[in-house]
Every structure is written in structure tokens, then in C-alpha cells.
């Protein structure tokens, strides 16, 4: 369906966990988040209803997120009911990969099309004070594991901190030289745990470019400016959700842990779904769409409206 500012929404994030293995700077605090009562959280069968209801409403496209979406019990039978709601022609998940090792066969056969794979570095110590408790070699297994399973093309998602890992541009692309891999990178958004951070972590992707001046402008896909290196099959995607606004052509809503949909990312609007069934539960989402709001206001310097963390929402 149509928002109320003419946008055709047909993409759901849907966030099954706000619980994570890792531990990432930007995103949770190091202690970590109280386990929500299970009471509290969306069961399988409302996920299922959600998803039904969704795709009444035109969504064709989900993703499942997190917190770490492969942590959450169930997600086999949440991939396949989502995967098997009539509408729904695709289903992606974005993790970061730690567990892919032994659940990358299953989500395939469950119905995921393709996973996005977070990571920030290729360096072990750069990636071990990032995630505080990750090990790379664990996502680097995952990786292997998501193209032997054939969730393909693999996206590496890595956010570019100044001063943290903008000296991993250069190798993180080197990963696009392998059949299968496309490496984006996305700008930092002051949300959460990171939105009180010094300014010089914030910084421009035209840092990338500047690096890598021999990368090829290639064309776009989506929100993403895509480039090549010459001889390499994967593109290297830039990224700006604050400097580009990409706003205007938005196509998603999200829906957290705890059954509220969020309209927009940096808004604090919230929608409570959880309790809803039926017609109730349709009229609630129709006007969460409908509701959602024209813009954010980050590009000048502000931070997000958003009341949760990036756990809690799912990026
Ligand atoms: N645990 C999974 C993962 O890391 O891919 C899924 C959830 S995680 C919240 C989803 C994405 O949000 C990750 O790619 C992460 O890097 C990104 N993210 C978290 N906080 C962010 C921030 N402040 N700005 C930009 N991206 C962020
Ligand atoms: Fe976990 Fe993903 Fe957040 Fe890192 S970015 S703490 S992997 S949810």
C-alpha cells in the first residue's frame, strides 16, 4: 500500500530478537540487555500473523534481523512460515554471521534467498574491540558457509568509524574480488548506543573513493551507489542514510522484538501490535503505513528520535 506521502511500502525488517552473541560498540551496551520475558516477546504464530496481515497490505519483502536473528529459538520455524505466507516473494536475513556455520543449510532449505553479513574489519584484534566478544574467524567461517549453501550473493555489511576502521576500506574490498561477495559500506547513524559519540567517528563515505580512486562508478541498487574495481566480479556498494536522505523513496517499515511497528527508524512513533489479531491487528498496521513520517533531520548534525537501540530495531 501507499503511505501518506505516495511511497509504495512492500518491505518489512522484522526484528525476531533484540538478544545477541556479539557485543558491537555502536549498537549494545557491553553488559549486554536484560532477557526479555518470553511473554513479552512476538511468539512464532503472531510473527506468522503479522506477516500474513503484512502482506495483505502489499508487503512482498522481508527481512529478518535482530539482535542476531540466528540466537533466536525458532528462527527455522519462523524462516518457513514467513517464507511459506502467500505474498511474500522474498525473504533475506541480515546477521552477523557467527553462527551461520551451522544454520546456513537450514535457512536455505527453510526459504532465506540470500543473507547480508555484517562485518566491520578484517583485522582480528580491530574486530575483537569492535564486537567485544567476537572472534573474525567465526565470520569469516560464516561466510564460506553462506556461499556453500548457496545464500547468494553474499552482502558484507561494514560501518565505517573514523578512527576505529577506516584503515579496513582497502581490504574489505579486496573481498569483492571472490565470486559471489558484494561489500558495502554505510555511514555511521548517531543511534542508541553511538548517538552520544565524538563527531570524528561520523564520518563520509567519500572516504572510500578517496582511498580506492581506481573503483568505477557501476550505477545504483536501491539506496546503494554501486562501484567495481576493475577484474573483480563483486561491486562495492556506498551508503549514506544521513548525508544522501534517502527519505524520499523509502519502502519500509519495521516491526521490533516486542510487536511494535516503527514507521521510521529515527522516529520515536510507535506502533503496539502485539495483543492484536485480525481486523484489528490490519487497521492498526494500514495506519502505522499510513502515519509514517516524510523525513528524519539527522543531516544536520542531530541525533535520532529514536527511544531504542539498533538491538532493538534490527538496522
Ligand atoms: N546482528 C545482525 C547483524 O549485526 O548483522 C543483525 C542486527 S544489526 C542491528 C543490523 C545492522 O545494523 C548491522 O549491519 C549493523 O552494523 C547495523 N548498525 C547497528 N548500529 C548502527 C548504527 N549506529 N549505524 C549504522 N548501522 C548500524
Ligand atoms: Fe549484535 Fe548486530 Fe548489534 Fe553487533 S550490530 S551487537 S552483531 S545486533
Redesign the pocket.
Known amino acids: 500500500m501507499k503511505d501518506g506521502c505516495g511511497r509504495e511500502i512492500n518491505y518489512l525488517r522484522l526484528s525476531v530478537t533484540d538478544l ?1 552473541d ?1 557485543r ?1 560498540i ?2 549494545m551496551p557491553e553488559s549486554g540487555v536484560k532477557k526479555l520475558d518470553h511473554t513479552s516477546i512476538l511468539s512464532v504464530e503472531e510473527i506468522e500473523e503479522i506477516v500474513r496481515t503484512a502482506a495483505g497490505l502489499g508487503i512482498t519483502k522481508v527481512r529478518l ?5 540466528l540466537v533466536r529459538r525458532g528462527i527455522d520455524e519462523i524462516v518457513r512460515r514467513v517464507a511459506g505466507t502467500p505474498g511474500i516473494e522474498e525473504v533475506a536475513l ?3 554471521g557467527t553462527l551461520l556455520p551451522e544454520k546456513a543449510e537450514m535457512l536455505k532449505a527453510a526459504g532465506v534467498g540470500r543473507v ?3 562485518l ?1 574489519t578484517l583485522d582480528p584484534d580491530e574486530y575483537r574491540f569492535i564486537t567485544r566478544t567476537g572472534n573474525l574467524a567465526d565470520a569469516l567461517r560464516g561466510i564460506d558457509a553462506a556461499l556453500d549453501a548457496g545464500l547468494t550473493p553474499v552482502k558484507i ?1 561494514a ?1 565505517l568509524m573514523g578512527g576505529v576502521n577506516d584503515d579496513q576500506i582497502e581490504p574489505l574490498i579486496e573481498l569483492t574480488k571472490r565470486e559471489n561477495i558484494h561489500v558495502r559500506f ?7 548506543e ?1 548517538a552520544g559519540w565524538n563527531k570524528a567517528r561520523f564520518i563520509g563515505l567519500g572516504e572510500v573513493t578517496k582511498r580506492v580512486p581506481e573503483l568505477r562508478p557501476v550505477g545504483t541498487e536501491g539506496v546503494a551507489e554501486l562501484y567495481r574495481k576493475d577484474g573483480y566480479p563483486g561491486t562495492v556498494g556506498l551508503i549514506h542514510p544521513i548525508s544522501s536522505h534517502f527519505c524520499p523513496d523509502c519502502n519500509r517499515v519495521r516491526i521490533t522484538p516486542d510487536g511494535t511497528m516503527k514507521p521510521c527508524l529515527h522516529s520515536s512513533g510507535e506502533i503496539p501490535l502485539k495483543g492484536l489479531h485480525g481486523a484489528e491487528l490490519a487497521a492498526a498496521m494500514r495506519g502505522g503505513i499510513f502515519g509514517k513520517p516524510m523525513r528524519h533531520y539527522l543531516e544536520g548534525g542531530a541525533s535520532s528520535d529514536s527511544v531504542r537501540n ?2 532493538a ?3
Open positions: 545477541c556479539l558491537c555502536y549498537c534481523t535482530g539482535g542476531e536473528p541480515t546477521t552477523n547480508n553479513i555484517s566491520d555489511n560501518v554505510i555511514e555511521i547513524m548517531p543511534i542508541g553511538c539498533m538491538n530495531i534490527g538496522g
